[in-house]
């Protein structure tokens, strides 16, 4: 009865254990990516300027840094005398390793903001980054055209694209342009 009992037990256990492990893989990233995504947004309402969710640019050399960092900054207001074009919100967070962000899909609804101050991401100064740009009343500037929509998942860099691990391995992020509001979905 007590090895029936402990049995019953670990079948109940390893799911769980499983649950938690997995949110430090694509589930992980999904969510990151979707929380940053909101918090720009959110931060152009309540700051009443361009917010944006940035992305490293294609100059950065090392691929689990370029395709797996993502941060939140925005224009400064009127009479801010902070150094630098704009204030960084978040710092350079990374998605889980084994986790990128294919931005391919929405490279044409993204802008390209040169930038002064910037934290430094892997050492590399940068001065141009690609963003989703949010205006002042959260939504994707321009606010017109198809909702973005990149992919995040489990997969590798490969120059400029990437190689998912199959084709369930990532999940499609959609931003809505009138809304700015995200969300996430499986292929």
Sequence with gaps: VVVAIIAVLMGLLVPSIKGLVGVSGKRGGVDLVLNVIEQARLAAI????????????????????????????????????????????????????GVVIDLTGATTALSTVAVTNMPKLGGNELNQVQAVKFDRFGRVA??????????????????SSVVWRDNNAFESVTIQRLTGRVSASSP
């Excluded at 400064?76 to 998605?95: F, I, M, Q, V, Y």
């Design 142 to 159: 321009p606010s017109s055209g198809s909702p973005v929509t990149l992919r995040v998942g489990e997969g590798v860099a490969a120059g």
């Design 46 to 97: 309540e700051n009443g300027v361009a917010t944006y969710a940035a992305f490293p640019p294609t100059s950065v050399q090392d691929d689990s840094l370029r395709l797996g960092s993502v941060m939140v900054f925005r224009d400064k207001k009127d009479g801010e005398t902070a150094t630098g074009s704009h204030l960084p919100l978040t710092k350079w967070l990374r998605l889980p390793t």
